[in-house]
Each structure stands twice: as structure tokens, then as C-alpha cells.
């Protein structure tokens, strides 16, 4: 019996190839989508999900307030708090700090190796971490002072392999540290990525006040929580806990501490700043998103399926009634049509794999991920899940037409008689949920490029394009001066300075005090000391007063330049001349404020423009040189950069990058959001035309004879067309209606991530909406155009 309902099935779905292909690839692009989309999200949920302690490793952050004003919260925090709190809190089982260095120089013999991410950590890291080791003793690895962890690839770029770097030395300066271990390469899924690992022992050895120090905020400290441990109650003891060991009442107005879980680093993080250790961090928001998004795509490829099997199953009422009379049961005609349309699901699941197969490796250059089909193997559950999903929807698309049809009486089916307006009510419902959704994919799509074409294109205040950006050593510092001056002998180079951190980051916010009418102001704005011709270079407009200049000889130490927002805050209408310093320096060796500049966007547009101070400082160095290269000639201009380089820098090697892509970086998460979105409203829309053209085929089928009749009786080609066009453009522009109110909802809700951010006009509202309607009339073109071409004769000759 099941044998011959599958071949009847199977003959069935062959008689019409068309209706079954739309339907099948339809449903197979649907449940393709939902794949990639499970895919992507699950990436980003599996971050940080191989240590052992997972569930109970936070990292020690902090909410900072300085102005009274403005909160910000920071992943970094002071030396002291995690041996502190492992003696205070019974909760605290066990601590580690991490302490990325940056780059730094390592040498064998010959060879040198610049390594980024040479972190200092505590000897608790490997019990703590659950990271594999290639080579070596993770319970000793980081005991002795000296000690050196490599991560495998980095270790192989000196050695042949793991084994032959254990026990061998590199030099890290006049330092010569000692391979204790190689460690397996990070996984991408951690939001920690090092190459290098130094042991803290090395500090505390010759600075045992460094466990103690209090004040400054440089480390990230990750504490082990006893399980069961009530965190709010131990978070209420942090206030007591910072009063007691900076020795002061004031300061918990200025700091307080917070725990945040391992599991919500990646994702849970956008709103904490100088978190530089979070690789790829990811804004967990949009995980519901996309979350929504394979929701949506999930529903219009379902409603097509379910919308199809049932318009196409209205035009076997012959076929049944000819069963019925021959003796079908009921039942046997129930599982007949749930058998074809579970039939078409299993079809519909196994292509969206291949089309998985094929476009995954495009889609993973697009959105900048490296998923694959192959995770879903590891996943049992989510396999059933789809399997069983693919069955369902097979199950409900053929529900509806067995129910209905397998009950109506023989007679009626062979007369072809048993139609409804129910069913068409039903359908139209349907396609209204379809291209609704499609509508508000189509819309958000527009706004979300609208969006980040303007963060792209909005005028931060600043020379981001053709700005090289080189890391700088202590030589580098030393030579600051000839270097620069070599560099603009160069056609290729328009301008050359350097500063203490890289604009684009939050500066680091230090303590500053200026002189009022009232007395001494003290509050803590971002800071960043800068070289003489910082704004010159970097085209940074002065709104009042004058730049750095080394005719001043003040202007090295004691000149402050501050922005817009720094001048409105203290409240200072002619700030230049005011007194000023940072809080370090005595009341009475005060510098003062030699200009205002309009404020510019030294942070990501998903920030305001917080208050910040400038200043020359050369005797503390600087971390990173800019080099404002010219002309379209930008390989020559590496090249002739570089040589300059190498003649005057020895012991550092030439490493560059370019701001443009430094900000590229900032909006990664959004760009991937848009990339996921925009790809899916493609296949949105894809999936409601491919069912709005089988719709339109069957609708033109069933009125051909009415379609004859008309043209006989003098309609013309545009009047059937109208006819046949009508009823799916009223339905779009209700659907239009319906959903624009709740999209408009949601992009406002997005929105709100940015600072700086698009209005959303009607404009785009409308423009998604004739982009929709013009899809949709192209795509039911074919039909109602061959339809009203159709020589009436042939659809009247047997009446």
C-alpha cells in the first residue's frame, strides 16, 4: 500500500514539473536560510564554551563616573583587586589578570619575530583556561619567573616543532625567557587571542607592591565564583570592599565594581569600553535579529508551500471524485495527499543541503565567518530538529487540502463544483503574511544600508583615508625626530606625527583639573597625548585658539588643547588661557588651556562625542607614528616608507596598517548584520515571487474560460490584464499597511545602538514598497500578459 502511494505521489509531482519545482526549490531556500542562520548564531553563542569552568568564570569590570554626569562602564581593572578579593570573599576561589602587552620583539640567534598579544598572566591562567597544550606541563608551566608560552604556530616560525622549543630560550629585549610550554592555537571562538604567554612572577618578583597597586586600571582580572555563591549579595560587599582599600569615602562616587559571566563577554559587551582584549566581540542584540529573520524566512517559505499545495489541490476535484466513485476511502485519500506533500518536503530538505554546499564558502567571504555543515554533525539535536521541522511543514502544507477536499461528496468533486470563497480567503490571508514579511525585510534592508552608508560617509571630524599607521619601539622614540623629518622628504608622504594611542579608541581616561571662578574643577575626560602636529596632520579643526608649537616652549608638558564638549562641560565661555593641568601635577605648577577644537568622533559612531583633552608630552614617547601618505601610488608609497624605515630603525621591525581599515573594524558586527539581512530579503522576496508566480499560474488557469469570454465580448489585452493583476496588488498594499507600523517599530529599536544615526523617512516606507509591487507585477507579468494574448477559441471550443 505505501509502495503504491509513493508512486502515485511521486507520478503526481511529475505531471506538473513546474508547480512542483517552485515548490520544492522555494521550501529549499527557505530551510537553506534557517541553516546559515543557525549556523551563524550558533558561532557566535559557542564563544568561550570549551572551558570546563565556564559557568563559574567572570571577569571583574567597572562602572567609572568622574564627571558626575556620565557613566562608563570598562572591562579593565586595577592590579590589586584580584589578590585582594581572593583574601576578602570566601565566594572568590581563585583569580588570574590578563595583561596584554602588545607587540614585542623576540629573538633566536638570528631571527627575529615581532608577536602580537604577548600577555602577562597569572600561574593560574592553564587552571582556569582550559587551554590545550601541544607540549609541555600546564600545572608548571607558569610557575618559575622567565617562563615563555608560545602558541604552536608561533612556536614553529623558530622551531621545527613543539617538542624542539621546550626547555630552548628566546630573547625579549635584555630578557631571556625560557619555552616552558606550547600551547595548541587559540580557537577562534575565544574572546581571548594571544600569541605568547609571560608569567606575572616576572613582576611581582622585582615589584611585590605590584599586588597591592591600587589607582590605575590597565588589566583585565578574571575570578573564580564558588557555585551557589549569591552574586548579588557579593557584589553589594564591593563598595565596602574598594572604600577599605583605596583608603577613601569618595571613592565609590567615582567607581564601582561589577561581574559579568564568561558566557556574556562576546555578546554581552558592546557597551563596555577599553575592553581591547575582546576579540570580534559581537553585539548580542542582533543574535535576535537574525533569530527573527530565519523566523520570517521560515514563514514565507512555509506559507508559499502550504499556499501552493492547496491551490494546486483545487484542481483535482475531478480527480477525486473519480476515486471516490471507484470506492477510495477517505482515509486512503487523506494519506495520499499528506504523503505528496511530505514527499515534496524531504525533496525541499535534502536540496537546501547541496544548495548549503555551494554557497556557504561564498557566503563565508561575504559576512567574514568560517561556518560550515560540518558543525551541525556535532549537534544531534539541531539535525532532529530540522529533519523534523522539514516533516512538519510537509505535514501541515498537506493538511488543510486533504482535510477539506477528501470531504466533499463525489458528486460535487466530479461536477469540479466544490469550491469555496473560503479557500480563497484562506490563500489571500496567506499571500498578505508572505509579502508582508518580504515588505519589511525589503524596508529594514534599506534603512540598515542607509545606516551604515552613512557611518561610512559621515565626516568624523578627521583624515581617516591614505593614513598609514606604524607601531612604534623605543628606538623608534629615539629616533621620532629623523625619522620625521626623512619621512617628509618623501613625494610620497603630506604629513608625519604620532601619539599615545590610536584615534578610533576610546582614550583613556585620566585625571584633569582646571581653575574656575569657584576654584579647582576635577573631573576625568578622555585623554590622549599627541605630538606637535597632530591636528595639522590629521586635519582636526580648531574652533578657538591656537595649535601645539614648539616656538612655546611650554607647549611640551603644560599646553592642553580640548574639544567642544570638554569647554560646555566645565562650563567655561572663553576657555582658551584658563588654567589647567592633569591631576597629578600640584596646584600650584598648573599649565593652561591654549585651545578648543570642534568636536570630532574619536570614538565609533555607536558612541557620543565624549570630553577629551590633548597634550604634548614627548618625554613619555609615543605608541604609534602616523604617516599621511599621498598620490594614488599607495604600493610605492609603502615601499619608499619602509626603506626609510629600515635605514634608521634596527631593532624594530616595519609594520604597518591603515586607519580606513581600523575603522572598517569598529562596524564589522553591523556590516555583517547588514550583509545577513540584505541576503535575506533577497531570498525573501525570491521565495514570495516564486509562490506569487505559481499563484498566478493556477489563477490564470482557472479563469481561462472566463478570460475567452471576455475577450469575445470586446475586452482588451490591458483590460484582462488589469483583471488578472488586481486582486495580488490589493493584497500587497495590505500587506504594505499592516506591516509597516510594526517594521517601523523595530528600526527604531535598532537604531537606538547608534549615537549618530539615519531618520526613517515615509520615503523609505514607500520606495520598499514599489520595489515590491513592481517585483511582484513583473513576476505574475508572464502569465496575465499570455492570458490576455490567448486566442479565446481555444479556452471556448468545447463549451
Known amino acids: 500500500m505505501l509502495r503504491n502511494y509513493l508512486l502515485t505521489a511521486f507520478r503526481n509531482l511529475t505531471k506538473s514539473p513546474l508547480y512542483s519545482f517552485i515548490n520544492v526549490f522555494s521550501l529549499a531556500i527557505g530551510i537553506a536560510a534557517c541553516i546559515v542562520i543557525y549556523l551563524f548564531i550558533n558561532d557566535e553563542v559557542n564563544f568561550d564554551s570549551t572551558h570546563s569552568k565556564k559557568e ?120 631571556l625567557l625560557k619555552i616552558t610550554a606550547v600551547l595548541e592555537d587559540v580557537p577562534e571562538t575565544s574572546h581571548l587571542q594571544y600569541n605568547a604567554l609571560l608569567s606575572m612572577t616576572d613582576i611581582t618578583r622585582e615589584e611585590p607592591e605590584f599586588n597591592d597597586q591600587w589607582g590605575s586600571n590597565f588589566l583585565n582580572t578574571y575570578l573564580i565564583i564558588e557555585p551557589g555563591s549569591d552574586l548579588a549579595h557579593l557584589e553589594s560587599k564591593f563598595d565596602d570592599f574598594m572604600i577599605r582599600h583605596m583608603e577613601s569615602e569618595e571613592v565609590i562616587n567615582y567607581y564601582s565594581l561589577f561581574l559579568q559571566p564568561l558566557s556574556e563577554v562576546h555578546l554581552g559587551s558592546m557597551d563596555i569600553e577599553h575592553d581591547y582584549n575582546n576579540y570580534r566581540k559581537f553585539n548580542g542584540d542582533y543574535l535576535d535579529i537574525f533569530t527573527l529573520v530565519g523566523l520570517f524566512i521560515l514563514i514565507i517559505a512555509s506559507v508559499n508551500f502550504m499556499n501552493l499545495t492547496t491551490a494546486r489541490a483545487s484542481h483535482r476535484w475531478k480527480e477525486i471524485g473519480v476515486r471516490k466513485a471507484i470506492g477510495a476511502l477517505k482515509q486512503q485519500l487523506f494519506y495520499q495527499f499528506i504523503l505528496e506533500s511530505i514527499l515534496m518536503a524531504i525533496f525541499a530538505l535534502f536540496l537546501s543541503i547541496v544548495l548549503n554546499l555551494v554557497f556557504i564558502p561564498w557566503l563565508n567571504v561575504v559576512i567574514g565567518r568560517q561556518l560550515s555543515l560540518l558543525s551541525l554533525l556535532e549537534n544531534p539535536i539541531a539535525i532532529g530538529v ?52 518580504a515588505l519589511g525585510m525589503i524596508v529594514s534592508t534599506l534603512v540598515v544600508v542607509k545606516q551604515l552608508s552613512y557611518m561610512r560617509n559621515k565626516d568624523v571630524g578627521f583624515v581617516t583615508n591614505q593614513m598609514m599607521l606604524i607601531e612604534m619601539s623605543g628606538e623608534a622614540n629615539d629616533k621620532f625626530e629623523t625619522l620625521k623629518t626623512e619621512l617628509l622628504k618623501s613625494k610620497y608622504v603630506e604629513g608625519v606625527t604620532a601619539s599615545g594611542q590610536r584615534i578610533g579608541n576610546n582614550f583613556h581616561q585620566w585625571g584633569f583639573k582646571v581653575k574656575t571662578d569657584t576654584g579647582l574643577y576635577e573631573m576625568s575626560p578622555s585623554n590622549v597625548a599627541v605630538d606637535f602636529d597632530y591636528l595639522d596632520v590629521y586635519g582636526i579643526r580648531l574652533k578657538d585658539g591656537r595649535s601645539f608649537s614648539k616656538a612655546h616652549s611650554t607647549d611640551d608638558g603644560l599646553a592642553y588643547i580640548i574639544n567642544e564638549s570638554l569647554a560646555e562641560e566645565l562650563g567655561l565661555k572663553d576657555p582658551v588661557g584658563t588654567a589647567a593641568a592633569h591631576s597629578w601635577y600640584p596646584d600650584d605648577s598648573l599649565g593652561s588651556i591654549i585651545g578648543v577644537t570642534e568636536d570630532f568622533n574619536f570614538n565609533s559612531l555607536h558612541h557620543k562625542v565624549n570630553t577629551l583633552a590633548m597634550v604634548v608630552h614627548s618625554a613619555w614617547g609615543y605608541d604609534e607614528m602616523s604617516v599621511k601618505v599621498k598620490g594614488e601610488d599607495i604600493p610605492a608609497a609603502i615601499a619608499e616608507v619602509k626603506n626609510i624605515w629600515e635605514a634608521q630603525i634596527d631593532t624594530w621591525p616595519f609594520e604597518y596598517t591603515f586607519l580606513d581599515e581600523h575603522f572598517d573594524n569598529l562596524y564589522k558586527s553591523d556590516e555583517q548584520m547588514s550583509a545577513v539581512v540584505t541576503i535575506m530579503a533577497v531570498l525573501a522576496i525570491i521565495i514570495a515571487c516564486m509562490g506569487l508566480f505559481g499563484l498566478a499560474s493556477i489563477t490564470t488557469k482557472r479563469k481561462i474560460k472566463e478570460i475567452g469570454i471576455r475577450k469575445v465580448l470586446g475586452a482588451s489585452g490591458f483590460q484582462i490584464t488589469y483583471l488578472l493583476s488586481r486582486n495580488f496588488t490589493l493584497l500587497i498594499m495590505l ?23 539615519v531618520s526613517i523617512s515615509p520615503l523609505t516606507f514607500l520606495l520598499g514598497a514599489i520595489l515590491a509591487l513592481v517585483i511582484a507585477l513583473v513576476t505574475i507579468g508572464y502569465h496575465t500578459i499570455k492570458a490576455s494574448r490567448e486566442n479565446p477559441v481555444k479556452a471556448l471550443r468545447y463549451e
Open 735 to 757: 500587506a504594505f499597511v499592516l506591516v509597516s507600523p510594526v517594521t517601523y517599530f523595530i528600526l527604531e529599536s535598532w537604531l537606538t545602538n547608534f549615537a549618530f544615526k
Open 56 to 175: 563559574h568564570i567572570y571577569r571583574l569590570d567597572e562602572v567609572q563616573n568622574f564627571t558626575g554626569t556620565e557613566e562608563q562602564k570598562v572591562a579593565l581593572s586595577m592590579p590589586g583587586m584580584g589578590p585582594s578579593m581572593l583574601n576578602d570573599f570566601p565566594e572568590v576561589t581563585n583569580f588570574t589578570r590578563y595583561w596584554d602587552r602588545g607587540t614585542r620583539l623576540f629573538t633566536k640567534e638570528t631571527t627575529q619575530l615581532t608577536v602580537e598579544h604577548t600577555v602577562m598572566v597569572d600561574s593560574t591562567f592553564l587552571e582556569i583556561f582550559d587551554f590545550k597544550l601541544a607540549a609541555g606541563n600546564r600545572e608548571s608551566a607558569l610557575d618559575e619567573p622567565n617562563s615563555l608560552l608560545l602558541t604552536k604556530e608561533t612556536a614553529l616560525k623558530f622551531f621545527n616543532t613543539p617538542q624542539e622549543a621546550l626547555g630552548n630560550t628566546l630573547s625579549m629585549g635584555d630578557q
Open 386 to 437: 530540522i529533519a523534523l521541522t522539514s516533516l512538519l511543514l510537509g505535514v501541515l502544507a498537506g493538511l488543510y487540502p486533504s482535510l477539506y477536499m477528501t470531504a466533499v461528496k463525489s458528486i460535487k468533486a466530479l461536477k469540479g463544483s466544490a469550491g469555496s470563497s473560503g479557500k480563497s480567503i484562506y490563500r489571500s490571508a496567506l499571500v498578505v503574511i508572505q509579502f508582508g514579511l
